[in-house]
């Protein structure tokens, strides 16, 4: 195994010291500004959707079983021992979630199929964007941010193995 002392420096035997500029540079500053608590919310829901301006499976009105995570970064803790409260992440971020999306048909606004919806007596969810992978990532770190959620990333996961990230790195 290697020497922790290794990762920031490499000065075996050496009191490390945030005050590093002196004595390596800044790496040791710079390391421990990298140092975060990071948590993680965890959303699942349902939803159906189809992508215009492509050819796929996608392309085809369909549904997923979607996995969002909102993770939220802090460099140190607060007197609670905790970067937040998970109980607030809950009402700006999972139950906006599931209120927005859960069980809704989300299409693009220009969709040709929603004039028929409309006629039908259907309910559907219309966006200004393709209701991508993405696209949900950033809707959603967005409105978290708007609600002054400290969200750093938010992880789309439109099947198990298909996963989308909008973060601030
Ligand atoms: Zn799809």
């Given at each position: 195994m290697a020497c922790p002392c290794e990762a920031p420096s490499g000065n075996h035997g050496r009191e490390a010291s945030p005050s590093g500029p002196e004595v390596d540079g800044g790496r040791w500053a710079r390391y421990l500004a990298l140092l975060m608590f990071r948590v993680t919310e965890v959303v699942r829901f349902c939803y159906g959707h189809r992508l215009l301006d492509y050819e796929g499976p996608c392309a085809?009105?369909?549904?997923?079983?979607?996995?969002?995570?909102?993770?939220?970064?802090?460099?140190?803790?607060?007197?609670?021992?905790?970067?937040?409260d998970f109980f607030d992440i809950e009402k700006a971020g999972k139950d906006w979630i599931l209120s927005q999306f859960d069980h809704h048909l989300i299409l693009r606004e220009d969709d040709p199929v929603i004039p028929f919806l409309k006629e039908a007596g259907e309910t559907f969810v219309a966006l200004s964007v393709n209701p991508s992978a993405e696209?949900?990532?950033?809707?959603?770190?967005?409105?978290?941010?708007?609600?002054?959620?400290?969200?750093?990333?938010?992880?789309?996961?439109?099947?198990?193995?298909?996963?989308?990230?909008y973060d601030e790195r």
């Open positions: 085809r009105i369909h549904g997923h079983n979607a996995r969002v995570e909102i993770e939220i970064s802090a460099p140190a803790l607060d007197r609670k021992g905790f970067v937040v696209n949900f990532a950033k809707l959603i770190f967005d409105h978290l941010r708007a609600q002054g959620v400290p969200v750093t990333a938010v992880r789309f996961y439109e099947t198990e193995t298909a996963v989308a990230t």
